[in-house]
């Protein structure tokens, strides 16, 4: 079973366009995280979120965890090729890390 | 480089040898995970040690697996008798916490391959 369910699997936007992540979890969340991961290398860090309602911004990606702390999205504003990678949200849930599958993002120029 | 390191970044092997893996944490880290990860796929959760002690292992660590970390610094991850199915990529993150909330640093993975 999936832990955490992520939305959607791929996306492909033009340059400039904004676009939207979803990741929702059946259990109540105390530590939501945001990675980005390019093909055939490790993880890079990109937010963390604790509080229901939280939001946090760097540079021009946005991320929020609902009040409920079962549902986080990951916004990109005006994507560019900087962006291209997969993205990938993990979760404490107990003793064990969980992390959904992915969402791998293509910006065509 | 003060960033998690692991070695080596590719193993390719024949089925039925063991490997061994190694990952070096962020110095001042005491929590060390590691996951394995395939193609198109999400990393899975395999282990996690909180500074010498391993405190979980994942139900996808057969006993072909092994991890330790003797002096609560780095660690290393054997597997016995490969098989192909454990070919992956195997990636190991450190981070510093004493209660739940903190942020896990990655290494750049070891992929193997088994023939």
């Known amino acids: 079973s999936q832990e955490l369910e992520q939305s959607p699997q791929s996306l492909i936007v033009q340059e400039g366009k904004n676009l939207t992540i979803n990741c929702t979890s059946s259990k109540t969340l105390y530590g939501l995280y945001w990675y980005k991961q390019k093909y055939g290398e490790g993880l890079i860090f990109l937010m963390m979120l604790q509080k229901g309602g939280e939001e946090k911004s760097h540079e021009k990606i946005t991320a929020k965890l609902d009040e409920k702390k079962q549902q986080s999205s990951l916004h990109i504003t005006a994507s560019q090729p900087s962006h291209v990678g997969i993205y990938l949200c993990g979760a404490d849930l107990g003793n064990q890390f969980y992390f959904g599958t992915g969402t791998s993002l293509t910006v065509i120029p | 480089d003060t960033g998690v390191s692991q070695d080596p970044r590719h193993k390719i092997t024949k089925r039925g040898q063991n490997v061994t893996f190694r990952c070096d944490p962020i110095s001042e880290h005491n929590r060390l995970y590691w996951y394995r990860q395939t193609l198109g796929q999400g990393p899975e959760f395999l282990t996690y040690?909180?500074?010498?002690?391993?405190?979980?292992k994942s139900r996808l660590l057969s006993d072909r697996f092994s991890a330790e970390r003797p002096k609560g610094s780095f660690s290393t991850l054997e597997i016995q008798r490969t098989e192909q199915g454990d070919s992956a990529m195997y990636l190991c993150?450190?981070?510093f916490g004493q209660g739940e909330g903190n942020e896990q640093f990655f290494g750049p993975g070891t992929r193997l391959t088994v023939l």
């Open positions: 993150a450190s981070s």
């Open positions: 040690f909180q500074n010498e002690a391993q405190l979980e």
